[in-house]
């Protein structure tokens, strides 16, 4: 067999041993919004819920007794840990599995229940790598790379045949890309048997090697990569898979963490299924493909390569999605610092849902409002900017600034001392359109809001904090708008937390 026939590799590759025949879906309410017949390629259902087992026993079942009964080690964030300790488990030869100290801890238990041994080691796979060649030598155990291997690439490849038989004429393939592996063996496979197919690369624009070596026409080393995305980690593609992918890949798409999350949510909300952010690569590539290109009443196939995620990581990939999706707009706006500004500032809003309210006063002159406000589309925003603008509000989008997503907008403002006669109290109220705003205009005008914390949370009820500068003699006042107002509170005055980090 001539070594780089990948199309005779691929049809004789041992996988169904341990592996299933994914099924190809359509993501129905996915391909209404994008005009496209988008389908996807089920992975995720794999025994180790990704499709790393392929390449993995592909490899291992084609070893000779003798070196198998040695045991192999592996180098992986995760996947192809799992394939490989599920494949030592039905070979019956032990396996070490090298792991960066950063893989999510699902992945890493996971390995472990399996039967291998886990070596936790570095903060990518880089690190892991060089620790698992360097046990390798030590213990004369065999190397069972990750990508660059024919053998794993061939496994990996049986995807490309699967979907052929599934679905024979697509117009496009997307495929999530870490080292390559899988990308090279569906485009070996693909390109022999349907070459007008289009093959695309997906990848984090924090994690781009394979975009980056393809424009140098070499194979480039990135000195770090970002680690959302941490089954596509990787600072250097492999020799053979970039050999592959510069003759077999059409094109490479780049995508951000919030498309990664927004894609999450897309197949969620098609399938009931969370996917990992590595897992989701090839849908957000798919519909940034279609946005650049402009495509319509094409068929396309998107890879779901793995559903491998902490449980809570879900909360960020949840708020993310919206700004993925440009469905919600972050602004900084500053406004006087006067008793009614505040309720004026929500007025300007007009009918739009708030769905989050960040406020601490800062000094005398003038307040600094984070807020979050449901858009449709990032047009939306610019409009909401320029209204606000025009009234006189200073106001600054931040939409796309990565340290105000992550952070700014969970952090209140700190200490305040000029707060003087100042009452912290928690709120809930019915999440609905105006209960915000009906809450402000049953307070006084003249009572000063010194802190604001609100955040929409996707529950049947908000949840508020909220410091009111109250004069003491007005007390009673402030106790007939609590009953009249008729919403559960609880007074959080003497909360150490409180006294701690806010007074």
Known sequence: MVKNDYLERVLKARVYDVAIESPLELAASLSKRLGNRLFIKRE???????????????????????????????????????????AAKRLGCRAIIVMPVTT??????????RGAQVVLHGDSYADAYTKAVELKKKRGLVFVHPYDDPEVIAGQGTIGMEILRQQPNPDAIFVP??????????????????????????????????????????????EQVGLFADGVAVKEVGKETFRLCRRFVDDMVLVDTDEMCAAIKDVFEDTRVVLEPAGALAVAGAKAWVGRSGARDRTLVAVASGANTNFDRLRFIAEEAELGEHREAILAVTIPERPGSFRKFCAALGGRNVTEFNYRIADSNDAHVFVGIEVRA?????????????????????????????????????????????????????????????????????????????????????????GMQVPRAELGQFRSFLRKLGYPYADETGNPAYKLFLL
């Not at 899988?182 to 394979?210: F, H, N, Q, T, W």
């Open 177 to 222: 890309v870490g080292g390559g592996g899988l990308i090279s063996g569906i485009a070996a496979y693909v390109k022999r048997v349907r070459p007008s197919v289009k093959v695309i690369g997906v990848e984090p624009v924090d994690a781009d090697a394979m975009t980056r070596s393809l424009k140098k026409g070499r194979r480039v080393r990135l």
């Open 378 to 466: 990032r047009e939306d925003t610019a409009r909401i900017v320029r209204s606000l603008r025009r009234q006189g509000l200073r106001t600054f989008d931040l939409s796309d600034n990565e340290m105000a997503k992550t952070h700014l907008r969970h952090m209140v403002g700190g200490r305040a001392p000029f707060a003087r006669n100042e009452l912290l109290y928690r709120f809930e109220f019915p999440e609905r359109p105006g209960a915000l705003l009906r809450f402000l205009e049953s307070m006084r005008s003249d009572w000063n809001i010194s802190l604001f914390h609100y955040r929409n949370q996707g529950a049947d009820y908000g949840r508020v904090l909220v």
């Open 104 to 113: 999510p801890r699902i992945k890493v238990e996971a390995v472990a229940a």
């Open 44 to 86: 995720d259902l794999q025994p180790v819920f990704s499709f790393k087992l392929r390449g993995a026993y592909n490899k291992m079942a084609g070893l000779p007794r003798k070196r198998l009964q040695r045991g192999v080690i592996a180098a992986s964030a995760g996947n192809h840990a799992q394939g490989v300790a599920l």
